[in-house]
């Protein structure tokens, strides 16, 4: 089973980044179409990288979530523990660190994904992040007081 190439409108996310290895000749290809989309990455690190980092089984008690954001054409977020990122799955809103090994956290997603696609392949490298992010780089100005007086 060979990778096939996304089409030019699309932005990756783990179910299509995070591909089983191909299979060698003579070799069954390996299924992992039953591996929920943020658990991917996991067995991606097993086999592209060498290394067994266990699944989560918890999620880290009362942390709020963090932000997914569209880095040029992926779907990304990025650990506030460690501070790697990781491409995740708007699928399944769930983000385990396999640096840190951190416990599951929740994912925040656009209620319109679609769309967030959409404004981010209008763009020349294909950024969109969520306005209520608080490290969004272009913080919407403040109303200003009616009360403050106006220079």
Same mark, same amino acid.
């Given at each position: ?9 699309a932005i +990756? ?27 991917? +990455? ?15 089984t918890?999620? +880290? ?5 963090l ?7 992926r ?5 506030d ?8 799955? +708007?699928?399944?809103?769930r983000?385990?660190?396999g640096?840190?090994?951190?416990d599951?956290v ?12 959409a404004?981010?392949?209008a763009?020349p ?13 272009v913080?919407?100005?403040?109303e200003?007081?009616p009360?403050?007086?106006?220079p």
């Amino acid at each position: 089973m060979a990778a096939t190439a996304l089409p030019a409108d699309a932005i +990756v996310q783990a179910e299509t980044y995070y591909l089983p290895p191909t299979p060698r000749r003579g070799q069954t290809p390996q299924d992992w179409s039953q591996v929920p989309g943020a658990e991917l +990455v996991y067995k991606w690190l097993e086999y592209k990288m060498g290394r067994r980092v266990p699944v989560p089984t918890e999620f +880290v008690p009362d942390h709020p979530g963090l932000y997914a954001r569209i880095d040029d054409g992926r779907w990304v977020a990025e650990c506030d523990n460690c501070r790697s990122a990781w491409i995740v799955s +708007v699928l399944d809103p769930r983000f385990g660190c396999g640096e840190c090994k951190r416990d599951w956290v929740p994912l925040i997603v656009p209620d319109d994904i679609p769309a967030a696609e959409a404004e981010a392949l209008a763009l020349p490298r294909r950024w969109w992040w969520n306005p209520a992010d608080p490290l969004n780089p272009v913080q919407p100005e403040p109303e200003p007081d009616p009360e403050e007086p106006q220079p």
